[in-house]
């Protein structure tokens, strides 16, 4: 029955089909193909619209406001979630991965915006995608929406600290102009 309801969406329920929306990143996560990639990209929007449009003295405030929002939404809808898809962390639910892209930029404020969306895309998908240590030990032994989470927001911790990393080691190696420079 579950399994007819996804192929059409008419006979959908509404609260399933705005459920369906928030939980995937308003569809994001339904990619066939990356969607914890396409997940993450929600948190690359949110971040470009806030230093696009907001000034820059709020916008770490807007940041974090958008930033616990999702946080709360990825622990509210993890049960329903887990009870749609029929699994435990299904691949369509990437709220997490909208959360862990966005702690990023408000842990690292070094660089020109390119930079840090950049850079700071690119390694917390690598960090979260390979799982190091600590991130992978709460993905195996971490249930539920918190499990689902903070190994997002673990290999957040990795990629600021490679972005460190590169703004220290640019000017020492020439590579700042496209690495990490102020």
């Known amino acids: 029955m579950q399994e007819k309801n996804r192929l059409n969406p008419k006979k959908i329920p509404e609260k399933n089909l705005l459920n369906i929306a928030l939980a995937s990143a308003l569809g994001l996560g339904l990619s066939p193909i990356m969607p914890g990639t396409f997940g993450a990209m ?19 405030a807007a940041l974090l406001i958008i ?14 979630a887990e009870n749609y898809w029929q ?31 950049l850079w700071g895309f690119f390694f917390f998908r690598v960090y979260d995608i390979i799982k190091m240590p600590v991130a992978r030990q ?23 600290l490679t972005m460190y990393l590169l703004w220290w080691a640019g000017p020492r190696i020439k590579l700042e102009k496209w690495l990490i420079s102020n």
């Open 138 to 160: 709460i993905d195996q032994k971490m249930q539920g929406s918190w499990g689902i989470l903070l190994d997002d927001l673990v290999s957040a911790l990795y990629a600021v």
């Open 42 to 60: 929600l948190g690359v929007f949110f971040h470009v619209f806030i230093i696009s449009f907001f000034p820059s003295n709020i916008q770490l």
């Open 87 to 117: 699994c435990k962390d299904p691949k369509q639910f990437v709220l997490d991965e909208a959360a862990g892209y966005l702690l990023v930029p408000i842990l690292f404020h070094h660089g020109k915006s390119w930079q840090i969306i």
């Open 67 to 80: 930033f616990l929002i999702i946080c709360t939404g990825n622990n509210v809808l993890t049960p329903w």
